[in-house]
């Protein structure tokens, strides 16, 4: 399951602050580059809220997801050899995440960037091999089983309800029938039954039994290893609200302080010999334990409200890989929250009225593409996707 590639790909440079931050991500992790006051470059479709982030001083065309893998590299080493310093680059996606790793030679002669080894990446993307290591290492995985989409309705040995999630997102048609990142079947007529809608993806799933409760009790463990294996900064969250209800997107979190969770998430993380930024992903069950769910080897928009609580792990990131002395470590101010503007649907499914959730709103630390000194990422985002959808007369 291990093996020996480098985890980080950088190379030396005087100690400055000029190499710029080049995201391959959402307005999330712009936003918190932004409150390190670090040079930020987006690599962005133009529907993407992050490219008209004031706080980008440059784009990168021809390097986006849509295009091929090839094209992509020669797109980011033209920027970066027109750099004095070897940018530093970020990304907070599996389909990202999964480029970077497997284009990380070519891509590490012109950026800096910290990650995971390439063995490790891929057993924590595919969610298969990720049980399997899990179990290897008597991790706290809910039990699980892969099998065909169409095979849902066969015999697993599973105690219901149960969760199905796509063994892989990267390239999968999961997102074309269900919506969220996971079901819940509750009983072997609704596995079927998911079964039926799958048929004819004939994806690999994962059939995991459930940890019953609200997703308000998952919780994440986030962390920077650095290339010594120090653990250079750290923070816990909890999620408040997800869209759709169950299974769904974060659309309201907030910063925790468990030292229980925080003891538990630096254990797994050097049982995986991990190195780079990941975040762990727990639910905690009715007895209370803590069950892992899994890991992303990856930035995420928790590293949002993780900086405004006191812990930007891009920034330390972005200075570690550029030899500037590492600060203490210091712990986040827990309360912190971050929301998205689906919020307003999560809350009105969970039953939430208008006023409080205004209320709670108006006292939120961040609102993910709102901010007072960077207002219009959302409104241009949504005015060039509106512009998409008229008809090319009218968009002319």
Request: aromatic content about 6%.
């Amino acid at each position: 399951m291990h093996d020996g590639a480098v985890a980080f790909r950088t190379r030396p440079s005087p100690r400055s602050r000029d190499a710029q931050a080049c995201v391959l991500g959402a307005i999330d992790l712009v936003s918190a580059l932004k409150l390190a006051g670090l040079p930020v470059v987006v690599v962005a479709e133009r529907e993407d809220p992050a490219r008209y982030s004031r706080s980008a001083v440059a784009r990168i065309d021809g390097a986006a997801g849509d295009r091929p893998s090839d094209e992509r590299v020669e797109a980011l080493l033209a920027f970066a050899a027109q750099q004095p310093e070897a940018p530093v680059l970020y990304f907070d996606d599996d389909e990202d995440l999964l480029f970077v790793s497997r284009n990380r030679e070519r891509i590490g002669r012109g950026f800096r960037f910290a990650i995971a080894r390439a063995g490790l990446v891929e057993d924590l993307v595919d969610k298969a091999r990720f049980h399997v290591l899990a179990q290897l290492l008597g991790l706290p995985v809910p039990r699980s089983v892969q099998c065909s989409s169409r095979a849902l309705d066969d015999e697993h040995g599973l105690r219901f309800p149960v969760v199905v999630k796509p063994v892989s997102r990267h390239g999968s048609g999961w997102s074309r029938v269900v919506e969220g990142k996971a079901a819940h079947a509750h009983d072997r007529p609704a596995l079927a039954a998911l079964g039926e809608r799958l048929a004819d993806t004939d994806i690999d799933v994962l059939v995991q039994e459930a940890v019953v409760g609200p997703e308000s009790r998952v919780e994440s463990y986030h962390v920077y290893v650095d290339e010594q294996g120090r653990i250079a900064g750290e923070f816990t969250g909890r999620k408040l609200r997800t869209y759709p209800r169950s299974c769904g997107f974060s659309t309201a979190i907030t910063i925790t302080d468990d030292a229980e969770l925080r003891a538990l998430g630096r254990r797994i993380t050097r049982e995986l010999e991990l190195h780079g930024v990941a975040k762990l992903d727990f639910k905690r069950g009715p007895d209370g334990r803590h069950n892992l769910l899994e890991v992303n080897p990856r930035f995420n928009l928790w590293h949002h409200a993780g900086a405004l609580a006191g812990v930007n792990l891009p920034a330390l990131v972005y200075d570690d890989l550029l030899g500037r002395p590492a600060p203490p470590p210091c712990a986040a101010r827990p309360g912190v929250t971050w929301c998205s503007v689906h919020d307003a649907q999560a809350a009105r499914a969970a039953g939430v009225g208008v006023v409080p959730w205004l209320r709670w709103v108006a006292a939120c630390d961040a609102i993910s593409g709102l901010a007072w000194d960077d207002p219009f990422p959302l409104a241009r985002a949504a005015a060039w996707r509106a512009r998409g959808r008229l008809p090319r007369s009218a968009a002319v």
